[in-house]
């Protein structure tokens, strides 16, 4: 049974910073890629960055230099690190990994930037 569950979020006010945590149950952590989205108020959901298996990153144009994703496949646990917080990124941040086909989404945690 695979399981996502997601930390970390918060307020936090222009400029600063917050580390997201996604924690995987489940086998197999170490070969799958795992991402992170998030979906803004009325908005839909937005890839926000991606790390494979072997540790090859992706970012969205919009987070790209700001935000780091990294993973921890002893703790079964991937990371987001976001700096430099802006209003913009105000949003629920969602954890995705796909196995045998099917994509598997945590419940998600709330990021608000906000003076």
């Known amino acids: 049974q695979v399981q996502l569950v997601e930390s970390g979020g918060g307020l936090v006010q222009p400029g600063g910073s917050l580390r997201l945590s996604c924690t995987y149950s489940?086998?197999?952590?170490?070969?799958?890629?795992m991402g992170w989205y998030r979906q803004a108020p009325g908005k839909q959901r937005e890839f926000v960055a991606t790390?494979?298996?072997?540790?090859?990153?992706r970012y969205a144009d919009s987070v790209k230099g700001r935000f780091t994703i990294s993973r921890d496949n002893a703790k079964n646990t991937v990371y987001l690190q976001m700096n430099s917080l802006q209003p913009e990124d105000t949003a629920v941040y969602y954890c995705?990994?796909?196995?045998?086909?099917?994509?598997?989404w945590g419940q998600g945690t709330q990021v608000t930037v906000s003076s």
């Open positions: 995705k990994t796909t196995l045998t086909s099917r994509n598997y």
């Open positions: 489940g086998s197999l952590f170490s070969i799958l890629a």
């Open positions: 790390i494979t298996s072997g540790g090859t990153t």
